[in-house]
Nanobody
């Protein structure tokens, strides 16, 4: 099992910045990729960004490309999501997840999920 704890959510003004963190513990040797997802009220959970654990290759949803940056700190088993110039439509609960393979990273097919952290972007 891998346990995930997200932090860093809160209220941010549009055009500001916010950084989310996700710390993994447990069987972290099984991590091959980590991702960020979000779910707005009344909407389905959607992919935001992902990063492969060994090589650091990144993937982004078109809606956040150029504004959000995913990164990882392998020594601390932590992944980050730097949110720059957020928009009100970025308001959602944000979840990090772990995948035991490095394929199909833009899908919901992840093995472990965190509890989520709420992000509210005010206009």
């Amino acid at each position: 099992q891998v346990q995930l704890v997200e932090s860093g959510g809160g209220l941010v003004q549009a055009g500001g910045s916010l950084r989310l963190s996700c710390a993994a513990s447990g069987r972290t040797f099984s991590i091959r990729a980590m991702g960020w997802f979000r779910q707005a009220p009344g909407k389905e959970r959607e992919f935001v960004a992902a990063i492969t654990w060994s090589s650091g290759i990144t993937y982004y949803a078109d809606s956040v490309k150029g504004r959000f940056t995913i990164s990882r700190e392998k020594a601390n088993n932590t992944v980050y999501l730097q949110m720059n110039s957020p928009k009100p439509e970025d308001t959602a609960d944000y979840y990090c997840a772990v995948k035991k393979s490095s394929s199909r990273l833009a899908t919901l097919e992840y093995d472990y999920w965190g509890q989520g952290t709420q992000v509210t972007v005010s206009s």
